[in-house]
């Protein structure tokens, strides 16, 4: 996959592209990119970023993960998974800077698959947010 590709797949999604979600990739490595935005504040006396976007941005992430690892398995056709129900960790506080997100998919069955996403600003190793969720795969038939 390529940058250019991996940003079409996010932008594939409105709410992605309503908040101006970017694609990164390093090596094999797949991230996403919330860049900051006035509007993404949820408390302006702190300032912090709105919970509803964090979540939001890591759902974001797990999901484009999820169709990002089905084209590289070869389906050329691959629909988004659907969420099936997802937990979101607020850790700390959302700074008003960028904030960055990466998915490991936990367990891919043939029907559910489990995700885990991290989110942090400064440094990986102390993220803001932690997001676990299930997600429905679309069946071949499906495509």
Known sequence: MTPRDAQKLVESIPYAKS???????????????LPYT???????????????VVGGFMEVCAMAELKR????????????????????????????????????IFKEGSRVANVRVRAWQEREDKPIAALSGHFLLPRADDK
């Open 19 to 33: 908040l101006g979600i970017e694609a990164r990739l390093m090596g094999d490595d797949f991230f996403l990119v």
């Open 38 to 52: 006035d509007s993404n504040i949820g408390n302006p006396a702190l300032p912090a970023l709105h919970g509803g």
């Open 69 to 104: 690892r089905s084209l590289e398995l070869g389906d050329p056709h691959a629909k988004f998974a659907k969420t099936i129900g997802i937990n979101v960790d607020y850790l700390r506080r959302g700074k008003p800077v960028e904030t960055y997100a990466r998915a490991d």
